[in-house]
């Protein structure tokens, strides 16, 4: 949810400051035809790896070079500086996922939005713990909100938004391709 955040408000900021969506649709990315796949690619494995029970393991290892992927695809097109933020976003979660096995979540962070809620854990998410390594790099951050939009949300996860909302709003922009 944090990523259409970023990008919606992007999309605002870019038509408040005279961009149009219409510069936005004339913007060529290299690469562009591999990233919606890549998107669907990395949201589908855990749920397709617990479907199929395939050993998380080598599930975890495609999800992470799927990843490792669209953090090529952003640095490919880094003459975009919101590209480049999200990529590094990007690049700290695979960071502590790969130091874990998995995404930490914070408890406590969960229970500051909502003490009833009990998270359930799959392939790229687990419980917060003192063996948790690279914790402040963790989905340790509370987002408040309305329930349907709050959420705990890593470091990472937060370039990555704001990195995309600056790509929007560069693209949007009248003058500039290269912001």
Request: charged share 10%; net charge positive; aromatic share 6%.
């Amino acid at each position: 949810m944090l990523l259409l955040d970023g990008i919606v408000l992007g999309l605002i900021v870019g038509l408040l400051a005279g961009g149009s969506f219409a510069r936005f649709g004339r913007v060529s990315l290299k690469g562009e035809y591999l990233i919606l796949p890549l998107l669907i690619f990395q949201l589908a494995v855990p749920r397709v790896a617990s479907a199929l029970n395939i050993p998380g393991v080598f599930a975890l290892g495609l999800w992470v070079a799927v990843m490792c992927l669209l953090v090529a695809l952003a640095l490919w097109n880094r003459r975009w500086i919101g590209l480049t933020i999200a990529a590094l976003g990007i690049a700290l979660n695979i960071v502590v996922i790969v130091a874990n096995g998995a995404m930490p979540v914070s408890l406590d962070a969960v229970a500051r939005l909502d003490p009833t809620v009990v998270p359930q854990f799959d392939l790229v998410h687990e419980s917060l713990g003192a063996e948790t390594r690279l914790a402040g790099l963790a989905d340790v951050i509370a987002i408040p909100g309305p329930s349907w939009h709050r959420g705990v949300a890593s470091p990472g996860d937060i370039l990555l938004s704001a990195g995309a909302g600056i790509f929007v709003f560069a693209a949007m922009r009248k003058r500039s391709e290269n912001v």
